[in-house]
């Protein structure tokens, strides 16, 4: 499968549309998904063109697996959550929906179950203080 140019997660890296970032590297790019299945719930993407993990640089797949081992804990300290889910989609039968590689990471509570993939958008506001939360744990660190 070729890169498409016009995926949701290139205009976001071009700065066609917006997202509420919670970092940024010379590589990578961590934003909130706007379709959380928990509060908190990060993608961590690569600056660099890849479809999925089939076609990425191995290079660019080191560099992004180490922005997601370093914003893990931090996310899951902001959100007071208890552990994290990392997860990452190759190919529309694996449940892949942007073809751009990019990694989950969902926090975590014991006694709450994670809401459904339903389509549904997250209120704007409840984003922004979420990011606001990750962001600031992220200072501290």
């Known amino acids: ?66 922005s997601v081992q370093a914003l893990a804990p931090v996310v899951r300290d902001a959100m007071d959550a208890e552990g994290v889910i990392v997860q990452q989609f190759n190919e529309a039968a694996a449940g892949q929906m942007v073809f751009h590689i990019h990694f989950h990471i969902i926090p975590r509570w014991a006694d709450v179950k994670l809401k459904p993939h339903s389509g549904d958008m997250e209120d704007p506001d409840i984003l922004a203080a979420n990011a606001e939360k990750i962001r600031a744990a992220l200072a501290d660190t």
């Open 1 to 66: 499968m070729a890169y498409d140019q016009d995926n949701v997660f290139a205009k976001i890296l071009r700065g066609e549309l917006p997202c509420h970032k919670v970092f940024e590297d010379e590589e990578t790019f961590a934003f909130l998904d706007i379709m959380p299945r928990a509060d908190g719930h990060v993608l961590v993407i690569p600056k660099a063109q890849a479809v999925n993990i089939f076609d990425v640089d191995p290079d660019t797949l080191c560099t992004l697996m180490k």
